[in-house]
T-cell receptor, first 113, second 113 residues
């Protein structure tokens, strides 16, 4: 079945540092790919998405590119802020358009001032 | 526009008991999905409901069951509770034809003693 492997955390960075969180997946077909974020005490919310190969999703300074050849969707941000401290989840849709996501284990990011 | 709301937010049960969790979907969303998130893990897909019928199920035993009502709200029922059922239960709604984004509630935290 489909699966996703996400970089283990926690990741601790200083403010303005560069962030990469790795995510690779296995899937039959071509799933849509998502990054969700869970801020402390809040529910999950969509950060960005990409629906086909070479698409780049972006939001709030975060970016991720759908790499079909490496089955990856790594999350990057050039300069993190303290307010980015949260848990980040990579999630392919099991079959594009079905809303049945397979979530990674999550990567906790802590940004220090 | 009202978002996804879940109740109760916290509850404690003992092993062998039964529990019902409730979810009101976001206005206009006719598909509801339930996820289980154990501490420190990513959400695991339990099942999805569309037009009051189960539309896909993850790797969960039959003692996990659900309902969807004509107003698209939903219930998750768990019978014969086990200690490992302790988790955050997340409800997410989506329109049938949409962008692929799931809209999550803040969850119901269940503790089984």
């Amino acid at each position: 079945g489909n699966s996703v492997t996400q970089m283990e955390g926690p990741v601790t960075l200083s403010e303005e540092a560069f962030l990469t969180i790795n995510c690779t997946y296995t899937a039959t077909g071509y799933p849509s790919l998502f990054w969700y974020v869970q801020y402390p005490g809040e529910g999950l919310q969509l950060l960005l998405k990409a629906t086909k190969a070479d698409d780049k999703g972006s939001n709030k300074g975060f970016e991720a590119t759908y790499r079909k050849e490496t089955t990856s969707f790594h999350l990057e941000k050039g300069s993190v802020q303290v307010s980015d401290s949260a848990v980040y989840f990579c999630a392919p849709d099991s079959t594009s358009g079905t809303y049945k996501y397979i979530f990674g284990t999550g990567t906790r990011l802590k940004v220090l001032a | 526009e009202t978002g996804v709301t879940q109740s109760p937010t916290h509850l404690i049960k003992t092993r062998g008991q039964q529990v019902t969790l409730r979810c009101s979907s976001q206005s206009g969303h006719n598909t509801v999905s339930w996820y289980q998130q154990a501490l420190g893990q990513g959400p695991q897909f339990i099942f999805q409901y569309y037009r009051e019928e189960e539309n896909g199920r993850g790797n969960f035993p039959p003692r996990f069951s659900g309902l969807q009502f004509p107003n698209y709200s939903s219930e998750l029922n768990v019978n014969a509770l086990e200690l490992d059922d302790s988790a955050l239960y997340l409800c997410a709604s989506s329109p049938r034809q949409g962008t692929g984004e799931l809209f999550f509630g803040e969850g119901s935290r269940l503790t089984v003693l």
